[in-house]
């Protein structure tokens, strides 16, 4: 497909999607989140695609936010839908993506950004990276999911204090705080999401597909995690992944998932 704001590539069974917009920062406007639901839809549903990466273009922004010149004379009722819609149509449906989708923070992570990162199943960022949610510092709140997933990942009392100071942690200290899992030079920031995904790239991808739902579960309201766990656990008893991968350890030999 051609995309105006994102670039979308294969390497093997990982697909790497790219916000294309360095002028701005790679800033989120709205044909670029359409165009970003589509590439995530398109990679999800492609058999061949096993894991997601998403990072930004140039060296300096993975996406520094929502594009604020579009939204600046929104009222209460666009207001509402641009976070209802945005949320549907990217955050929520990459955190629901079965295919494992990794953030590559390559620079600043600011406000939508950061919320893009953080739908993500895990985030690794480049020692340059610096990470925020300054939507105060503009009269607003994260309204793609931030003051939800912020707390999830770094606890209350720290997502209190960046979202009310509206001030921006580097790399190190998002390592520290657990927002994301390593840091590594800027230029070897890609290849080391590819050595991950070929760690996942061995697993059972249907395996894989039920723990994300299993691990997700426990973020939503109303859902008892525990019971989800139970069914999905159930569940693979019947593929043939689950026949295969204990199959391949009793004869002491590497697994060939029929689900891969
Ligand atoms: N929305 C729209 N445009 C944005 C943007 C955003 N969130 N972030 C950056 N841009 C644009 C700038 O307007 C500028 O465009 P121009 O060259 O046409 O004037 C271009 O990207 C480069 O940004 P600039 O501010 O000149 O770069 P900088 O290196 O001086 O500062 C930042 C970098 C990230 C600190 C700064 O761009 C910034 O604060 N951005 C907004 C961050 C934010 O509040 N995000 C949350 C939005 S809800």
Known sequence: MNYQNILSETQGAVAIITINRPKKLNALNRETIQELHEAFNEANEDDAIKVIIVTGSGDKAFVAGADISEFANYNVKEGKNLAAKGQALLFDFIENLSTPVIAAINGFALGGGLELAMACHFRVASDNAKMGLPEVSLGVIPGYGGTQRLPQLIG??????????????????????????HVKKQEELISFCQNISAKILRNSTVAIGAAIKAINANFKDGINGFDVEIKQFGKCFGTEDFAEGTTAFLQKRKADFPGN
Request: glycine content about 8%; charged content about 20%.
């Open 156 to 181: 209350k009392g720290r997502a209190m204090e960046m979202i009310m100071t509206a001030s921006m942690i580097d790399a190190e200290t998002a390592c520290s705080y657990g927002l994301v899992n």
